[in-house]
């Protein structure tokens, strides 16, 4: 038993043993007000304190949610933003380094609780460990363009989030002015929107991007206000006024606001990102609220508007997994007209324009052949650049122009035993590592029957080095590691191929980052 003080108050968290040692586990402590009633779809609200000893030996409640892993309903509760510390010692001889995760999960599923990412591999290590929930899919990303409903109240949890870790992080050991956010797929694109945000400087010190960035197109809605009134329609209300639709969404029960399923927004864009429902939006400047981001998110970036701080960047060898699993079912609709273009160009685009640009994409990935079901490999290849590896450099390259600021990128390809979701997917005869298989390397998966050998044991200790060494210093082959990983420029673009045997390369995919810098007319930035 532990009891420490923090802002709120007291609280009471627990020793834990694992194989490795012991280490500290604070559970379930609320970082802002319970989002209910009328606080329902708004930004959060500070937490309040509370008399005696809380205990914070188990997680809060999750929030509600399609749990995506486990195929299940989780009634979860709306009362969820609570977060999680792991420390390796309350009473350090110098303060600790603070790692704070993001999860991903599409804005939809996911949480931060230890089922799924267990601290064990972190906690061999010096450092502290923060894990948090935060509003998902309606709850968190409803906008209705207004002050009351602006927008990217699950990214407004998060800020809250890392503000309480700013204020209280040191009664645990920990560094205040050592913070690391990390985040895998939507986690990683919402640590590169904190990169951006005003709302979110001086609450961090480093950050790493696994598999996401803020310009991805699935990183942010365009038809949000669109995708409310349909929600609203869904539900039972057919009206075009706010206020009205507010005053409804505000009192149907949380079990309706969970898994939704809208009908294809109305456009000529079609796009497959658009299934994507309720997710980060541009909130309109005019509102005379505090905004978390207010011009799209490519604009952000072309400006340099960066918080400036070292950051890793990354994506996995077969990340287009994720999505060439539905072939055949997807043929149809990639063989319409401009389904391979980004969603960014195809906005902006004549018909013209579009067709010349859909034409160049299909002759470089499927070399000239008729799309068919046989083509799995072609359309995972072009998913995993078109979707991932291209905007992660292309964030890096902007990155690095404007902030001058130590840049890392990596490719993860090691497979074994603990790549899970190619496996839950049926999709070991392609090769390379799929989206989100690197998070069995970094966290101590129990709620899955994931094997840990003693090969794949090396591969953690490794992986974990390496973000442990970067979160301590900046410079992630600082200790334990015998190769050196480069830094990332426009001209010298190193990349650290995080394989069973580490390589760092100059110009790695470099054919198909040239085709998308010719695609996006972006050979040449400034």
């Not at 399609?66 to 969820?80: L, T, V």
């Not at 645990?172 to 956010?181: H, L, M, Y």
């Not at 497959?272 to 429902?277: E, R």
Request: aromatic letters at 12%; charged letters at 25%.
């Amino acid at each position: 038993m532990a009891v420490v003080e923090i802002e709120q108050g007291m609280i009471k968290g627990i020793l834990c043993n694992y194989s490795d040692g012991i280490y500290y586990a604070f559970k379930g402590i609320p970082y802002a007000k319970p989002p209910l009633g009328a606080l329902r779809f708004k930004a959060p609200e500070p937490p309040e304190p509370w008399q005696g000893i809380r205990d914070a030996s188990e997680h809060g409640p999750i929030c509600p949610q399609y749990n995506e892993r486990q195929k299940r309903i989780e009634a979860g509760s709306e009362d969820c933003l609570y977060l999680n510390v792991y420390s390796k010692t309350l009473r350090p001889s110098k303060p600790l380094p603070v790692m704070v995760w993001i999860h991903g999960g599409a804005f939809y599923t996911g949480s931060g609780n230890s089922d799924f990412y267990g601290p064990d591999f972190f906690m061999r290590h010096n450092m502290i460990l923060v894990t948090f929930n935060y509003r998902l899919e309606v709850l968190g990303f409803l906008c209705l363009e207004n002050e009351e409903v602006p927008g990217n109240a699950g990214l407004k949890d998060q800020v809250a989030a890392l503000k309480w870790v700013k204020n209280n992080i040191a009664t645990f050991g920990g560094d205040a002015n050592n913070i690391t956010i990390f985040g895998c797929s939507a986690g990683s694109a919402s640590v590169s929107y904190h990169l951006v945000s005003k709302m979110s400087e001086g609450l961090f010190n480093k950050a790493i991007c696994q598999s996401g960035v803020c310009i991805h197109d699935w990183a942010y809605s365009v038809y949000a206000r669109q995708r409310a009134f349909q929600l609203g329609q869904l539900l039972g209300i057919d009206t075009k006024d706010t206020t009205e639709l507010l005053q409804f969404l505000r009192d149907v029960p949380v079990s309706s606001l969970v898994s939704i399923k809208l009908p294809s927004v109305e456009t000529s864009h079609v796009d497959i990102t658009d299934s994507i429902c309720f997710a980060p939006v541009i909130e309109k400047p005019e509102l005379n609220v505090e905004k978390f981001i207010s011009e799209s998110p490519i604009d952000v970036v072309k400006k340099g508007c960066f918080t400036k701080v070292p950051i890793i960047v990354g994506y996995t060898s077969a990340e287009g997994i994720e999505l060439g699993r539905f072939l055949p079912s997807t043929i149809k609709f990639l063989k319409t007209l401009g389904a391979v273009v980004p969603r960014e160009l195809k906005l902006k685009f004549n018909k013209s324009k579009l067709q010349e640009t859909d034409e160049k994409i299909r002759r470089f990935y499927f070399k000239g052949k008729d799309l068919n079901k046989d083509m799995m490999q072609e359309v995972v290849n072009l998913e995993t650049n078109k979707m991932f590896a291209y905007n992660i450099s292309r964030f890096a390259r902007y990155y690095h122009h404007f902030t001058s600021m130590p840049v890392y990128i990596y490719k993860m390809a090691i497979e074994t035993e603990r790549n899970f979701t190619k496996k839950t997917y049926k999709m070991e005869s392609i090769p390379g590592v799929c989206h989100s298989d690197d998070l069995p390397y970094l966290f101590n998966i129990t709620c899955l029957d994931i094997p840990l050998t003693d090969e794949s044991k090396r591969f953690i200790e490794q992986f974990v080095q390496l973000w442990y060494n970067f979160a301590s210093t900046g410079d992630p082959t600082s200790s334990k590691i015998e190769i050196e990983w480069k830094k990332f420029t426009d001209k010298e673009r190193y990349c650290l191929v995080i394989d069973k045997e580490l390589k760092c390369i100059l110009n790695v995919d470099a054919e198909n980052m040239k085709f998308w810098e010719n695609i996006y007319e972006e050979v040449e930035l400034f």
